[in-house]
Every structure is written in C-alpha cells, then in structure tokens.
C-alpha cells in the first residue's frame, strides 16, 4: 500500500508540475501553432494514422502498413478484447480461464456480466466511431481536416487582441483541465489494477485458482485496461478539439455582431460596401466551417449520447444488486 501511495503522489506532483509549466511558459501563443499541435494530437488518438497536410491535399497518403500499424494494431486489440469478452460471458469454467460467476464469488460483487456487456458496447461504438472517421480520412472526405487546415491559414490579424488573449486563455485552462482529468483517470486505472492483481493472487494463494487461469487473466486484463484508457483518451481529446473549435467559431461570430451593431460607417456609400463585402465574406466562411463541424458533431454527439446511456442504465441496474 505504501508503493500504491508513493505512486499516486507521483502522478499528482506530475500533473501539478506540468499544470504550473503550462500557465507560466505556454509555447502555443497563436492559433495556427494551437491548431497544428492540437492536430497532431487528433491524429495520433483518434485518427490512428499519421500524414501531412500536403498529404491530404493532393490525395497522396501512403497507404502502407507502415503508416497504418499503429490503426491495424490498436483495432485488432479492441476487436480482440471484443471477441474474448463475448466468448467469456456466455463461458463455463474451464483449465484456462475462469467464469464469469467464479469471479464475482472470489471478489465478492455480483453482475460483473453488466460491467463486461457495458466495455463491449463502448468499444464497439469507439471502434465504429474510429472507422467512421477513419474512411473519411482515407477518402479525402473528412470535414475534420477541412476544418482545421480553414482554421490553421486564418489571418490571427482578423480577430481583435482581446479576442485572441481570450482564445489563448481559454486553450490553456482546457489542457489544465485536461492533465487533472487524465490524472484522475490515470489514478483509478491505477487502484483498479492493483485492486485486480490482488484478489488474483489471493485466490491462487488461496487455491482458488490455477497458475494458468492466474497468468490468463492477467493477461487479458491488462489489454481490457489498456482499451477502456483509450476510450477515456479518444473522447479526452475529441473533447479538447471540439470545445476549441466552437469558442474560435463563437469569438467571431460574437466579433462579427459587434461590428455589425456598431458600425457607423453608413454614410460613407463606398466604404460601406467595403465592409459589407468583408461581412459578407466573413459570414460565408463562418457558415461553410458551421457546416463542415455540424457534420462530424452530429455523429461525435449521437455516439457519446448512446454510450452514456448504455453506462448509465448499466450503472443503475448495477447499483441495484448491491444495496
């Protein structure tokens, strides 16, 4: 218990060093270098797949298993666990394994099938949400990368100063935000293996269970582990994206609406036409970008909706076996 402390300590001195690096010397101090790196990010979790801009814009993402390890790897693990966590619920026991009913007598908790079932439908979504963004970006269709490549050649010049400190400001508090939930998340990821680890070797120690059916589950459980943080990671980040992308689109559709409400530049015949081609201009672009995110937030929105529900229907019946 006392390695698990020092652990836990380490990882909140972490995140409080980085948090305490990231509000006094913040690298990203234009939207363009926020955009990039945000980019390589979404790339890197959700994406699975690594390209450059060039890339995407002339059609010329090398479709090697070199560039697609990393998405052929981490979806064969999740289709794997998948598979094995089907086979498992509906399982009896065996010399390799242990049943479902098995476990919940060693850890004491009944309905462990409803937590199994809930990992089996969160993946799937998170795995047909991949594949969905995934054929978009093969295809050269994906309004995501529209978005940001619109996003990452917009003139800084165009938004007010205060406009842009709040940008800048509202960026750093979502990554802050960000580090302290993959703490939290990181910590009870942490307990849950530990906690794991312990009730199997009680029961080999026990002669619960054998040293096969030990090395199994543990095993398994660590990819389970592994694919319920990336789940936790892919809507981290898509959460990050999205909040961004919505405050820069609101900052200039907010600026937009005080230029309109305060322009006093009616008597002037020609330059108010300039400045009604510059509306009109800035009201296309900002209605092309509400498009193109309205099409990826939609789907984003009925995944997460769907997968909150599932938890939390499965959380309550969960709940229920045990008071």
Not at 274 to 297: G, M, P, R
Request: glycine residues 2%; positive net charge; proline residues 2%.
């Amino acid at each position: 218990m006392a390695g698990l402390r020092m652990l836990i300590e380490n990882i909140v001195v972490f995140v409080i060093l980085k948090i305490a690096h990231l509000i006094w010397s913040n690298p990203e101090t234009k939207i363009s270098e926020i955009i990039y790196y945000g980019f390589r990010y979404f790339q890197y979790f959700i994406l699975r797949i690594n390209y450059t801009w060039e890339e995407y814009q002339l059609h010329r993402i090398p479709r090697t298993y070199r560039r697609l390890r990393q998405a052929i790897l981490m979806s064969f693990n999740a289709w794997l666990v998948i598979i094995f966590l089907v086979i498992y619920i509906y399982s009896e026991d065996s010399s390799i394994w242990i049943s479902v009913k098995y476990l919940e007598k060693i850890v004491d908790c009944q309905r462990l099938d409803l937590l199994a079932t809930a990992i089996i439908i969160l993946l799937c979504i998170g795995e047909l949400s991949w594949f969905y963004f995934f054929i978009q970006v093969i295809n050269y269709k994906s309004p995501i990368q529209s978005m940001a490549y619109k996003t990452l050649l917009f003139d800084e010049k165009r938004l007010a100063a205060n406009y842009h400190r709040h940008l800048i400001i509202y960026h750093l508090f979502i990554k802050i935000a960000a580090y302290i939930f993959a703490a939290c998340i990181g910590i009870g990821v942490i307990i849950v293996c530990v906690m794991g680890i312990y009730f199997l070797t009680k029961a080999y120690f026990y002669n619960q269970i054998t040293s096969v059916q030990l090395l199994f589950c543990l095993m398994i459980f660590f990819p389970i582990c592994f694919e319920v943080c990336s789940l936790f990671v892919l809507l981290l980040v898509g959460a990050i994206a999205a909040g961004f992308i919505l405050e820069f689109l609101k900052i200039r559709m907010k600026q937009l609406y005080i230029f309109l409400k305060h322009d006093e530049s009616s008597k002037n015949i020609p330059k108010m036409k300039f400045f009604w081609n510059c509306i009109q201009k800035e009201y296309v672009e900002l209605y092309s970008e509400v498009a193109l995110l309205d099409k990826t937030i939609s789907f984003a929105m009925y995944s997460l909706e769907t997968g909150s529900k599932i938890l939390s229907i499965t959380s309550c019946i969960f709940y229920s076996r045990h008071v």
